[in-house]
T-cell receptor
Framework: GNSVTQMEGPVTLSEEAFLTINCTYT??????LFWYVQYPGEGLQLLLK?????DKGSNKGFEATYRKETTSFHLEKGSVQVSDSAVYFC?????????FGAGTTVTVRA | GAVVSQHPSWVICKSGTSVKIECRSL??????MFWYRQFPKQSLMLMAT?????????EQGVEKDKFLINHASLTLSTLTVTSAHPEDSSFYIC???????????????FGPGTRLTVL
């Protein structure tokens, strides 16, 4: 079956710090991989995605590379801001269904 | 573009009553919509896949008679929680697939969610 494992939070950082959230997956076939972000009081928003091995998704300074050999899709940002405080979900899509990781709460302090 | 709305955003009801939640794609047609349930500080769990004009496909362990789904048009899907009980209290989220002819675009757009509290 399909499953996504991401690092547990919460993660607390200072502004301008480097952020990494690890995500690994198991899946049959060739899934697409996603990072979604949920800001306080809002619905999930697509942050970035990658559809095949070695693809790099990027948006708003965040990046993640689809690594088939390690079945990973780690999220990184070089310099976080207070506005990046949110819950981040790693997800894979197989057969039109999304499977989500447990979510990682990130808090950035000024 | 690609906005999905849900109504109501929150609802409180008495045990034994039924509650209907609407999910609308505002600026695109969605052949497929999905319903998720999210418990506090946990991930989204897919409940069912809703296809316009056909019966919904439920995930294992989800009671189809309790969670009635109707995908009446290409822009509207409804989830009705029948005879709700306190254990049904949760955050319900829908998403819509902005698919085009020939298949999915590989991206789902999410509604803001509906907080259901059953007393």
């Amino acid at each position: 079956g399909n499953s996504v494992t991401q690092m547990e939070g919460p993660v607390t950082l200072s502004e301008e710090a480097f952020l990494t959230i690890n995500c690994t997956y198991t899946a049959t076939g060739y899934p697409s991989l996603f990072w979604y972000v949920q800001y306080p009081g809002e619905g999930l928003q697509l942050l970035l995605k990658a559809t095949k091995a070695d693809d790099k998704g990027s948006n708003k300074g965040f990046e993640a590379t689809y690594r088939k050999e390690t079945t990973s899709f780690h999220l990184e940002k070089g310099s976080v801001q207070v506005s990046d405080s949110a819950v981040y979900f790693c997800a894979l899509r197989n057969d039109y269904k999304l499977s989500f990781g447990a979510g990682t709460t990130v808090t950035v302090r000024a | 573009g690609a906005v999905v709305s849900q109504h109501p955003s929150w609802v409180i009801c008495k045990s034994g009553t039924s509650v209907k939640i609407e999910c609308r794609s505002l600026d695109f047609q969605a052949t497929t919509m999905f319903w998720y349930r999210q418990f506090p500080k946990q991930s989204l769990m897919l409940m069912a896949t809703s296809n316009e004009g056909s019966k919904a496909t439920y995930e294992q362990g989800v009671e189809k008679d309790k969670f009635l789904i109707n995908h009446a048009s290409l822009t509207l899907s409804t989830l009705t929680v029948t005879s709700a009980h306190p254990e049904d209290s949760s955050f319900y989220i829908c998403s819509a697939d902005r698919g085009s002819s020939g298949g999915s675009t590989d991206t789902q757009y999410f509604g803001p969610g509906t907080r259901l509290t059953v007393l």
